[in-house]
Nanobody
Framework: QVQLVESGGGLVQAGGSLRLSCAASGRTFTKYAMGWFRQAPGKEREFVAVISSGGVGLYADSVKGRFTISRDNAKNTVYLQMNSLKPEDTAVYYC?????????????????WGQGTQVTVSS
């Protein structure tokens, strides 16, 4: 079993930055693809970014060029650096782990989920 704990959310003004962290415990972190998803009030969960076990990142079009996903295998941690934040980025952000080396944007490919961290961007 893998446990995921997100941190780093908070309130920020539009144009600001936040860095989310997701600490993983349990099994072999280095073999997993790690993703970030978000869910805004009244909306469905959507894909944000994923990083493969080999370190290749993919992004949703809505965040491309503003967000950067990275991983530190020595710390069993994945990060999401969010710059130039917009009010529409407001959501609960979830970390997810897939036992596949690359999982893509489909939520059902992920096996483990964190509890989420709130990000609020004020205008």
């Amino acid at each position: 079993q893998v446990q995921l704990v997100e941190s780093g959310g908070g309130l920020v003004q539009a144009g600001g930055s936040l860095r989310l962290s997701c600490a993983a415990s349990g099994r072999t972190f280095t073999k997993y693809a790690m993703g970030w998803f978000r869910q805004a009030p009244g909306k469905e969960r959507e894909f944000v970014a994923v990083i493969s076990s080999g370190g290749v990142g993919l992004y949703a079009d809505s965040v491309k060029g503003r967000f950067t996903i990275s991983r530190d295998n020595a710390k069993n941690t994945v990060y999401l650096q969010m710059n130039s934040l917009k009010p529409e980025d407001t959501a609960v952000y979830y970390c997810a782990a897939s036992e596949l080396p690359m999982a893509g944007a489909t939520g059902r490919r992920y096996d483990y989920w964190g509890q989420g961290t709130q990000v609020t961007v004020s205008s």
